[in-house]
């Protein structure tokens, strides 16, 4: 039996793989490793310096005895300077590993696709740290959860935007931190387990108590959970902290999937209407609020109020016909016509006119953030 010293950086799939064994529970869970198993309850909390036996079943631990044992007589002959069989000096043979594990307390100075993707990579002790106190998720609860992002296309770009939230946040640089923690948390949201989005609620509610006017919508989380609508908000919200040109674009298309998800949840939609709508009119600069919540309560009056607003949207169209937001203000007020569902379709395209207007004019939101994360 040959037993394995673990080393900073390794896992126990790690070490399987390194062996020739089919999975980290063959390595585990074998009978010579009883005592192991007694010490280290939670498999992904192993300390490296650990030694755990190799069964005996495993293709390579043959090999990785002979292997053991060569090196042993290679340091015995190159501590003594000469080789057992010529006696002349000669330097001892480098090191055959097929890859050095990653260190976790090593930090990449950007994370990519490729880098999370490789079969080494462990993710580094102080990004989880921040990640689990920044969102208020047992370490426990959350590597299982980070491992799950690792093996899909969308949760690998939300790891990439938490890696940038970290990385800001270490600069002191608030606006990167915050929004690119909020858009990595809508962008992974459909693959959390249902246990961790319970504990991101909780930790994004504590967040945006902290952001003045962005405790407006957080105590509509679970009605915008049940509308698949979260996610989307999430983004959304992530995109209004950044703000530049990535904050903009990012903006704009979570604010489609977020009214795309309310027309196909109209009970849900009923409900959040009007606290997205508080919530959006509230972050809109001083200098646009007046000319377009008085057009938007317009289009809600009954024939009259809607016919001027109509009259006013027309002349605004003949003076810009390229802005999409004027034919959209035209739309909302010809559906405002129509009693009941036209007014509820009305009013999600004046939320789709504010999520345009919020994002066209990013560099003007004025929202403080210097008490956001709870660190």
């Known amino acids: 039996m040959i037993e394995h010293t673990v080393r900073a950086g390794e896992s126990l799939s790690s070490i399987a793989k390194a062996y020739g064994l089919e999975s980290w529970q063959a ?3 074998a009978p010579e490793n009883q005592t192991f198993r007694l010490k280290f309850p939670n498999p992904n909390k192993v300390s490296p310096g650990a030694k ?5 079943a495993a293709p390579k631990a043959g090999a990785a005895a002979a292997e053991a044992k060569k090196q042993q007589e290679n340091k015995t002959t190159a501590k003594s300077g000469t080789t057992a069989s010529t006696g002349s000096l000669k330097a001892p043979a480098p090191r055959t590993d097929p890859k050095k594990p990653f260190n976790p307390d090593a930090e990449p100075d950007e994370l990519t696709a490729d880098i999370v993707k490789d079969t080494a990579f462990v993710f580094p002790a102080a990004f989880v740290k921040f990640l689990c106190v920044a969102l208020k998720v047992p370490e426990a609860d959350f590597m ?5 992002l690792k093996k899909r296309t969308d949760g690998i770009e939300a790891l990439i935007l938490f890696y940038k939230s970290y990385k800001a946040f270490k600069k002191s640089s608030l606006r990167p931190a915050v929004g690119n923690l909020f858009k990595g948390v809508g962008k992974g949201w459909g693959l959390f387990p249902k246990g961790v989005r319970a504990f991101l609620v909780k930790g994004m509610y504590t967040i945006c108590s902290r952001i003045p006017k962005f405790d407006a919508i957080a105590n509509s989380f679970p009605i915008l ?3 698949e609508a979260l996610g989307p908000c999430f983004e959304m919200m992530g995109g ?3 703000g530049g040109k990535d904050g903009t674009k990012d903006a704009m298309a979570a604010g489609k999937s977020l009214v795309d998800a309310l027309k196909s949840h109209p009970g849900e939609a009923t409900m959040l209407v009007g606290p997205i709508a508080d919530f959006l009119q509230s972050l809109i600069p001083t200098k646009l609020k007046a000319k377009l919540l008085g057009k938007m309560a317009g289009r809600k009056v009954p024939v009259v109020g809607t016919i001027v607003v109509g009259i006013m949207d027309g002349v605004s169209i003949w003076s810009d016909p390229t802005d999409w937001k004027r034919w ?5 007020t010809i559906a405002g016509l129509i009693p009941g569902p036209g007014t509820a379709v009305s009013v999600l395209i004046d939320i789709s006119i504010l999520i345009g207007t919020l994002a066209e004019n990013i560099h ?4 403080k953030l210097d008490k956001a994360l709870p660190i």
Request: no cysteine; hydrophobic share 50%; proline share 7%.
């Open 27 to 29: 390595l585990y869970n």
């Open 52 to 56: 755990i036996a190799i069964p005996s």
């Open 144 to 148: 299982p959860a980070l491992e799950i």
């Open 225 to 227: 959970d049940r509308a």
């Open 240 to 242: 209004f902290i950044e």
């Open 328 to 332: 959209a203000g035209l739309g909302s």
């Open 364 to 367: 003007d939101l004025d929202i």
